[in-house]
């Protein structure tokens, strides 16, 4: 039998809550509507994508498909923002292609840039994962994350009370090498672009590490470090950043996988930085992931598939809950977005 043929069926006798709907309404605060991570919700009536909203009691949707073009970033507007204002909030991005064009002065035109997107109605700044990994400047140099050519995008971001949600990186086996010890490799069989081996690319570390210089160097400007502050495997490393900077924030997405394979330090965690913590799936409006993070946040059930896919997709192991309390479910289910979004 081969591995990939292999379907372990768990014989546990456990509890097992079905969480239909979450405890207080929800703010989801990193997520996507267009492909390849949305769904193609910019194809379907707005109509059918409120009800799916309205049964996984979102209340507030954040779109970070907005992108830099105007086409983009106004057809999001356009279909979503101006069907249901309360319901969505669009970010907007920063155009990288456009470096050779500007040269230096790069960070101002993207700054200006993101002061147009504002005024069009952008509610923040999603920063995708090629800066730092495939960003070049007008010489073909890779651009550090905290480089100072673009110090005014981050500076214009806290004038306009934009928050920025940035990924950098990725988990840290895709950075390792690709062998029989790497933790992710079946993934990396599925999604071979998600590799990116030690001599073609930085190191996650340094990468890391730039992101929280960058974070530290613009206290003035509010970020949303995605997917557990991009170093979920790595709790202590996260809280050591958050405890330095107070302009952080975290989100969940899609990070439920690591965090639920480390419950005890996972729950420590929340329950210290309740306040800086918020909610976002990453895997669209889809209702049956909706209660797999309902159901890992709120209930104690042990061994949690935290996928929908019969072998779950991040790795083969399974998660438990955190039974998280009210008052904390509550800040990051809602409070805390609503504060970082100026709602
Ligand atoms: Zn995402």
């Known amino acids: ?39 193609g919700w910019d194809k379907k009536p707005v109509g059918q994508l409120l009800e799916v909203l309205d049964q996984a009691q979102i209340v507030r949707y954040v779109d970070l498909d907005g992108g830099w073009g105007e086409n983009i970033l106004n057809r999001h507007l356009d279909l979503f923002k101006s069907a249901a204002p309360d319901r969505f909030c669009i970010f907007g991005g920063v155009d990288w292609a456009a470096w050779p064009e500007h040269g230096d002065h790069f960070g101002e035109w993207a700054a200006n840039r993101l002061r147009i997107q504002a005024k069009r109605g952008a509610e ?26 673009l110090d005014a995008i981050w500076e214009t971001a806290g ?41 073609a690319y930085p190191s996650f570390d340094n990468l890391i590490n730039n992101l929280a210089n960058l974070v530290h160097l613009h206290p003035k400007t509010t970020f949303i470090a995605a997917h557990v502050g991009c170093y979920a495997e790595n709790l202590g490393w996260v809280a050591d950043w958050l405890d330095h900077c107070p302009n952080l924030n975290v989100d969940i997405a899609a990070r439920i996988s690591e965090l639920g394979r480390q419950p005890y330090t996972a729950r420590k965690f929340f329950l210290k930085y309740a306040d800086r913590i918020l909610f976002g799936s990453d895997f669209g409006p889809d209702l049956d992931y909706y209660k797999i993070y309902y159901r890992f946040l709120e209930t104690d059930d042990e061994y949690i598939n935290y996928s929908t896919a019969e072998i779950p997709l991040q790795g083969r192991w399974y998660i438990y809950g955190l039974y998280l309390p009210d008052d904390v479910l509550k800040k990051i289910y809602f409070t805390n977005a609503k504060r970082v979004l100026g709602l």
């Open 1 to 39: 039998m081969l591995l990939t043929e292999y379907k372990p069926q768990s014989m546990l006798v456990v509890k097992t809550s079905s969480v239909d709907k979450p405890r207080f309404p929800v703010i989801d605060a990193h997520n996507h509507l267009a492909e390849p991570f949305g769904g």
């Open 124 to 149: 923040g700044l999603k920063i995708w994962k090629p800066f730092g990994l495939n960003v070049r400047d007008q010489h073909g140099k890779l651009v550090r994350i905290d480089d100072n050519r």
């Open 159 to 199: 004038e306009l009370n934009l928050p920025v949600l940035i990924h950098v990186a990725d988990p840290v086996a895709f950075f390792n090498p690709l062998d029989n010890t790497n933790e992710r490799w079946e993934e990396l069989q599925i999604h071979s672009d998600w590799y990116f081996p030690s001599l």
